[in-house]
């Protein structure tokens, strides 16, 4: 049964730029650099992309982009907050856009240049704090890693989660940045010993638990599914998108509510699946935002592939390895090893394992699971062959 725009539209273009930290280019260059790219390996024509869908952090530049690369009149344009929770929501807006006749053919992407710590939110302790983060930054929750540990040492507490548990996510992501020419980590295998003694970030999360913050960006372009059918690229249709801020949610300190275990990717998970023809059994394989390890165990639950409680559990055996896990996930090596680009590189590598062109590919891959970020308003995709 098709629901609303179930199948409607397709990613056919993908493009991004090399991931480092301290590129010379712009933000706004390397907007420009993985839009082209991305407009080329779809086959279009620039001047053909009517549609931008952007992160809010990237301060509206929709006029610079338009300009610089070279697009037709533009009769679509949004832009999404949240950071980590709107990779997903930008390419779900220019979706919507594209099925519904607002545009003929958007793109969406993330430009990012974080690598020097001095550009990062939290480093500007100085200012004035305001809103919700008057109740949790005065008392020393100042990054996200410590607002992530605290949900991380809450979740060991009650569900037996240990850092074998953690490790387990890091050692798998890093064996698929292994594979990867373009990860970051490509030649930095990773051991158990090395997880072990490395030094603590915000205990009990070490080096090894976090995100590699990145300068680069990517982008995709997304039309109308039956004129993806006459292009270049094989279509990763956009089967099912689903967003959520769930009831009384706070971002990133979600300490406040009944369960603070439980994020935004039930909400979002309850509304994706509705909306789809697979379920969780059906996935072959997934890309789940890692901006720290323990999100991947809590969104293994929150998006159904085992019981409350069970997703530390669950990572045991090798079971997101790529090619004989339960579940190979984060194919690319994802935030924690390929590079941290706010979780836009995850969807990405979903396309890649729908065309059959992952370094870790998934065989016969019917479908891809893509996740944005749980500790904050999210979003999500699931791509179809």
Known sequence: ?????????????????????????????????????AIDDSGLAPSEIDGLSMFSMEEGREVEVARNVGLG?????????????????????????????????????RARKRASKSS?????VSQRIQGHWQWSRPFGLLRPVDEIALLARRYMHEFGATRDHL????????????????????DKPLTREQYMNARWISEPLCLFDNCLETDGALAVVIV????????????????????????????????????PLMGPSYACARLLWERSDFR???VPVAQLYDAFSPLIPLSLEGYGFCDRGEGAAFTENGALEWPNGRLP???????????????FNLVLEGVR?????????????????????????????????
């Open 224 to 259: 109308p599914a039956e004129r993806a059918k006459d292009l270049r690229q094989p279509p990763a249709y956009i089967h099912s998108f689903a967003q959520s801020i769930p009831t009384q949610h706070q971002v990133m300190t979600n300490y406040f509510c009944d369960d």
């Open 73 to 109: 009149d533009i009769t679509y344009f949004s832009q999404t907050g949240f950071g980590g929770g709107a990779g997903c929501g930008v390419v779900g807006h220019a979706a919507m856009a594209v099925a519904t006749g607002q545009c003929k053919a958007a793109v969406a992407w």
């Open 167 to 186: 490790a387990n996510v890091a050692l798998a992501f890093r064996k698929h940045a292994n594979r990867n020419p373009n990860a970051t980590m490509r």
């Open 353 to 385: 394992q729908v065309r059959g062109t992952s370094t870790s590919q998934v065989e016969d891959a019917e479908c891809c699971l893509v996740t944005s970020g749980e500790g904050v308003p999210t979003s999500a995709v699931l791509l179809r062959r």
């Open 329 to 343: 996930t984060n194919t690319s090596g994802g935030g924690m090893s390929e590079a941290y680009v706010h979780g």
């Open 280 to 282: 969780p059994a059906d």
């Open 120 to 124: 990062r939110p939290w480093s500007q």
């Open 1 to 37: 049964m098709t629901v609303g725009m179930q199948d409607a539209t397709a990613i056919v273009g993908i493009g991004e730029t090399r991931f480092a930290k301290g590129l010379e280019d712009t933000e706004l260059s390397l907007a420009c650099q993985a839009i082209s790219a």
